[in-house]
C-alpha cells in the first residue's frame, strides 16, 4: 500500500506517512521481524522527503544497527541507502558516498530482489543516482555523469518506471548544477514522459521544474519563470521539502536573467530560511554564493564579499570542492575588479590545482580562465 501511495500521491505525502506509520506500528507489534525491515526504510525515506532529516536519520540509524545485529544483508542495504540520503540533504557529502558504496558493494539482484517491491525502487539503482549528485559536490563531475548514466542505463534494462522516473529526476537535478542544458531537456521530456504515463505526483512535478529552467535558459524567461512557480506549488502540493532550497534557486536566478533581482533576493532569503528550518545544507554555499552575486550586481561589493566567504566557508566544512571552487572563483573574480590579483590568484590557484577531473566542464574552464586573466 506505501509503496503504491508513494508513486501516486507523492513520498512526502500526509497519506502515504499515514499509510507507514501504520506499517512501523504493526511492524513492532510483531517483534520487528527481519523480513519487514523495509518498513523503518520507507519510513526514513518518507521523512527526509518532508525534510524531517534528524528523524529520518534516527530511523536509519536504528535499521542499521538491528540489521547488523541480526547480520542481515538486505537490511544492510536499506539502512546505509537511508543514512546516505540524509547525510547527503544534510551536507555531509563524505559519510553519504561512502554509504551509498557500501550500498553498491552489498547489493546482490537474486538475494535482494524483494526489495524492489518493499522499497518501491531498485536500491542500487537508486544508489547510482544518488552518488552521481554526491560525487558532483564532492568535486568529481566526470565520475558523476558517469554514475548518472550508468542509474538512467540499468533502469531502462530493467524496464522498471518507478527506478527510471526516480534516476531521471536525480540526473536532471545533477545536469542542472552542471550546466548541460541540452541534454538536460532530452531527460526532461523523457522523465515528463514517464510520469504522465504512470502518474507519479512527485516525479511529475519535479519534472514540471526543470522544464521551467530549461524554457528559461533557452531564452522563454517569463514562461520558464512561470512553469517553475507552478512545478514549485506541484512539488509543495505533494508533501515534499526535499531539494526545496535548490529549486527555489531555480526560480531565483531566472528572476535574476528577467531583471527582476528584488525577487531573486527575497527568494533567496525565502531558500536560507528554509535550511535553516530544515537542515537541508547541501546547497547552503550556492545560496550564499549566489545572493552576492545578486548584491554585486546591485553595487554592494561588501556585502557580496560576506557572502562570498560564508560560501567558501560553508564549503570547505562539507568538503564540497566544486560549490568551494564556486565561491573562491567569485572571489577572485571581485578581488581582480578591486585590482587585487596576486591575492585573487593565491585564492583561486589552489582550489582549481586540487582538481583531476571535469576540465571541460563550464565551473573549470571558467575557473581557468580567471586564472589566465589574472597572469
Known amino acids: 500500500m506505501g509503496a503504491a501511495l508513494q508513486g501516486v500521491k507523492g513520498v512526502g505525502a500526509p497519506q502515504t506517512g499515514h499509510a507507514y ?13 527481519s523480513e519487514f525491515l523495509h518498513t523503518p526504510y520507507t519510513q526514513s525515506f518518507h521523512h527526509a522527503f518532508r525534510g524531517e532529516y534528524d528523524l529520518a536519520q534516527r530511523l536509519a540509524e536504528d535499521l542499521l544497527r538491528l540489521s547488523r545485529q541480526r547480520n542481515h544483508s538486505a537490511g544492510l542495504v536499506l539502512g546505509h ?14 559519510p553519504s558516498r561512502s554509504h551509498l558504496e557500501e550500498v553498491l558493494a552489498l547489493y546482490d539482484p537474486i538475494s535482494h530482489r524483494p526489495l524492489v517491491h518493499q522499497a518501491g525502487t531498485h536500491p542500487h539503482v537508486n544508489s547510482m543516482a544518488f552518488l552521481g549528485n554526491v560525487l558532483f559536490c564532492l568535486g568529481y563531475p566526470d565520475q558523476a555523469l558517469t554514475q548518472s548514466n550508468a542509474a538512467i542505463a540499468e533502469a531502462r534494462r530493467l524496464a522498471h518506471a ?10 536532471a537535478v545533477l545536469l542542472s548544477l552542471v550546466g548541460d542544458n541540452a541534454v538536460l531537456g532530452e531527460w526532461v521530456d523523457q522523465l515528463v514522459a514517464v510520469t504522465i504515463e504512470q502518474g507519479f505526483a512527485h516525479w511529475g512535478a519535479l519534472g514540471g521544474i526543470y522544464r521551467g529552467w530549461v524554457t528559461a535558459k533557452n531564452g522563454d524567461v517569463a514562461e520558464g519563470i512561470s512553469l517553475l512557480r507552478s512545478g514549485l506549488a506541484a512539488s509543495r502540493a505533494t508533501g515534499a521539502e526535499t531539494y526545496m532550497p535548490h529549486h527555489i534557486a531555480l526560480l531565483a536566478r531566472a528572476c535574476g536573467v528577467a531583471g527582476q533581482i528584488e525577487d531573486a533576493l527575497a527568494l533567496l532569503d525565502d531558500a536560507l530560511r528554509l535550511v535553516e528550518r530544515t537542515g537541508e545544507r547541501w546547497f547552503a554555499a550556492e545560496l550564499n554564493r549566489h545572493k552576492g552575486q545578486l548584491l554585486l550586481q546591485q553595487g554592494h561589493p561588501e556585502a557580496a564579499e560576506e557572502l562570498y566567504r560564508k560560501a567558501l566557508s560553508t564549503a570547505v566544512e562539507q568538503e564540497a570542492k566544486l560549490w568551494e571552487l564556486r565561491a573562491a572563483a567569485g572571489l577572485a573574480r571581485l578581488r581582480r575588479d578591486q585590482g587585487r590579483c596576486t591575492e585573487a590568484r593565491d585564492l583561486l590557484a589552489p582550489v ?24
Open 81 to 94: 541507502l537511508s543514512s546516505a540520503r540524509s547525510l547527503m540533504y544534510g551536507g555531509k557529502f563524505g
Open 352 to 375: 582549481y590545482g586540487w582538481f583531476t577531473e571535469g576540465f571541460n566542464t563550464p565551473d573549470l574552464k571558467e575557473a581557468r580562465a580567471v586564472l589566465d586573466e589574472l597572469g
Open 162 to 171: 518507478p527506478s527510471l522516473a526516480q534516476s531521471l529526476a536525480f540526473g
Open 21 to 33: 506509520a501504520r506499517a512501523r506500528e504493526l511492524w513492532e507489534r510483531l517483534g520487528s521481524p
